[in-house]
């Protein structure tokens, strides 16, 4: 079954990714606009090199599944899909096209139509093919190294990375965690900066545009929380009943720990009252 082959099938996946996409890293024309995506935005070129990849993977394998695409959306792949594969085939796709070396893959792999049932992550570097991966319940590892987060434990020490693009009224909230932390960074590959929240090299990333999607964090979500971290979608009602198939926009936290979590909250929360 895939649920047996999670991590396995992920990594193979990402690979073929890499592979289909490497020529178009730093070109002009893998930005061409060629249509809107079920995620909708742009789809460009390289975006949808990238989804054709995991499509001919998951048929030339017999993997049967529903994908959950960025491009493509909801669709059935194989005779009876039981099981769902979330799929942000390029996350930092402008990074991808500027040949800036900081975009990903991002691959999740659920049991149900729900975020809670995420049981294997992988996200991978396409510039450097660096890997991080997650199993439930089993841990996080970094190019097959086990990986925690940091022990920062108050936000004055941290470095953190915000997602400020495009600026929104909303991003003001944040301000205040911005004075507080020690480093900010911007990097552009929101699945990438969680996993380096998960790897101890950032202390916290937080997104509070109301923007970012289920297959945008579903892959770095897992991987965060079994390297220890703590992953929040704010102001959502009910965090257990999260549908990966249905298109919905959020606004995230991810820190290293529960102290620096609840530092960044407080914050957030004072600026709002």
Known sequence: MMSKIGINVLVEISKEIRNAVRPFLGSSEGGR??????????????????????????????????????????????????????????????????GIGFASSALAFASKDNLKDIKAAAVMNLFSGELYVAEKNRGAWRNGKRITTSKTLDLKDSVISVDLSPITERVSTIIPVMKTARRVRSLGSASLEICYVASGMLDAHLDMRGMIRTFDFAAAMLILQ?????????????????????LRRFSIIAAANRELYSQIISLIQNCNS
């Open 33 to 98: 606009i060629v249509g809107i995506s079920f995620g909708e935005d742009h789809t460009r070129l390289i975006d949808q090199i990238a989804e054709e990849a995991v499509v001919k993977y998951l048929k030339r394998s017999g993997i049967s599944c529903i994908l959950i695409g960025e491009e493509c959306g909801v669709q059935e792949i194989g005779e009876n899909p039981k099981r769902y594969l979330i799929v942000d085939a390029i996350d930092g796709t402008t990074n991808a096209v500027r």
């Open 226 to 246: 079994e390297a220890g971290g703590v992953f929040d979608l704010l102001e959502v009602d009910d965090k257990d009943e999260i549908p990966l198939t249905r």
